[in-house]
Structures are given as C-alpha cells and as structure tokens.
C-alpha cells in the first residue's frame, strides 16, 4: 500500500530538504518508486537540488487549479521521480495549500512512496503537510535550539490529532556541545530512526545537481541514508558493509 511521508522540522537549516531527496533516493535505490514532492512553496529547493529549478509546470500550478498532477511529474537521471514547486514570488497567489491532501491521494495511486518535503515551521505550509501525511519524520540538529524548535513541531502535530514517527538527527559532529541522542530522544518523547553524521560531500552534491547517495555513494552521510530508509521498508536487518580500507583510512 502507498505511503505520504512527511519530512518536517520546527526550523529551517537542518537538512530536512536534503533528507527528503536522500530518503526518497534511498527508496528508490532499494527498488521503490518513489515522487518526491517540493510541498515548501514559500521557499522551494528540491527543483534547486536536482538541477531542475525552473520547470514549465510546477505544484504550484496543480495547487491553483491550472494544472493537472500528472503534469508536474518530473523525473531524474537517477530515476526517482520529482514535483518541483515554483520559485517565482508570483506563483504564490491564489494558492490553497490544503489542496495538498487531495493531490497527495491521487499520487497514492502512482508511486509506493510520496515524499513530502515540508515548509519549516509551523505555519499554513507545514500543517497542509502535516494533515496529508500516513507518517511525520522530523529532523533535528544535535543543538537545543533545533531540539526545542522540533518539540513545538511534534506538540502541534498533535494537537492535529497525529504523531510523529520518530526523529532523524542530522549534521551530527561528535563534538563536545552537541545533545547527546538520549537525551534528544527524551526531549521529544520520539524514537530515533536514524543519525546522519556531518559531510562535507552534501554541499557537493548540490553542485552536481544530484542526491547525496548518487553522487557520493559511499560517503557516511550516505551510509547513513540508505539504512534509514532500509528501516522504513522494514529491513530492519540491513548493514551497510564497509570494506577494510575504508575503516583504515576513515
């Protein structure tokens, strides 16, 4: 059964974007089809990601009425497909964002797995995301300010009725200052699916116009990914193997 997964975080700049296209193409690397859906209209960046940052129709488009969702469907080289939204500052009147619902079921019927990349926050953007959602992942930062601006972010989703799945913590360094995962945990009151540590090959690939895992297989960050999503297709067994020389040289 297709699943909406939404990727939320109670502030900007903790890689949630970059979680979502790494996850959806994680997904997609594990044989899922996947669309992964530019759901931040205020402030896109999925279309900037992946190369594609002007497209001829956008959700934006689809959200207003003057477009069909099939029509906003874009795919990658790598394969995992996309829905891009607009940058123009134009493309945001006569917007209804809790559309988003409705065109979320219609693309339960085109892929395995909807991505969401929400609005940070807790605005209109990001409840629209979060009512469309089978399930909400929050990403944090290992800092208390990104901590506690996610606890807001798990406290409304509840008030809407729903809970989030758990927490993926990005950007983590092992440094002293840094939260220590248990305490995060209890923090939120949320399990942790996964931790991704800081790479300096995440800006890179943003420059190669392609996913983390695709550009930089091998990294950690991208390690890090596809055992995530190997949790979320329930391969909860799954390793990534690291060879002799990788551990040697770190």
């Not at 996850?23 to 859906?37: M, T």
């Not at 940058?87 to 988003?100: G, M, Y």
């Not at 940070?120 to 959602?133: D, I, K, R, Y």
Request: glycine share 8%; charged share 25%.
């Amino acid at each position: 059964m297709a699943k909406i997964i939404t990727i939320s975080s109670g502030k900007g700049g903790v890689g949630k974007t970059t979680t979502s296209i790494n996850l959806g193409s994680a997904l997609n690397w594990f044989g899922k089809d996947v669309i992964v859906v530019d759901a931040n209209l205020t402030t896109p960046n999925v279309g900037l990601h992946l190369g594609a940052p002007m497209v001829p129709v956008s959700l934006n488009h689809v959200l207003s009425g003057r477009a069909k969702i099939s029509d906003a469907i874009y795919e990658h080289s790598s394969g995992t497909r996309i829905i891009p939204s607009s940058l123009s500052v134009k493309e945001l009147r006569n917007l209804n964002p809790e559309a988003l619902s409705d065109v979320s079921k219609k693309l339960k019927k085109m892929a395995d797995y909807i991505i969401l990349d929400s609005a940070a926050g807790l605005g209109e953007e990001a409840v629209a995301s979060f009512n469309a959602a089978d399930e909400i992942i929050l990403v944090t930062n290992p800092e208390i300010p990104a901590v506690t601006d996610a606890l807001k972010a798990s406290k409304l989703i509840e008030d809407l009725g729903k809970k989030a799945k758990g927490v993926i913590v990005t950007r983590v360094r092992g440094v002293k200052g840094e939260m220590p995962l248990s305490n995060i945990a209890d923090m939120l009151e949320l399990p942790i699916i996964g931790v991704v540590p800081e790479d300096a090959n995440v800006p890179q690939s943003v420059v190669c116009k392609d996913a983390l895992i695709h550009a930089f297989p091998k990294s950690k960050a991208s390690r890090a990914y596809r055992e995530i999503a190997a949790k979320l297709i329930g391969k909860n067994d799954y390793k990534e193997r690291v060879g002799i020389w990788e551990r040697f040289f770190g």
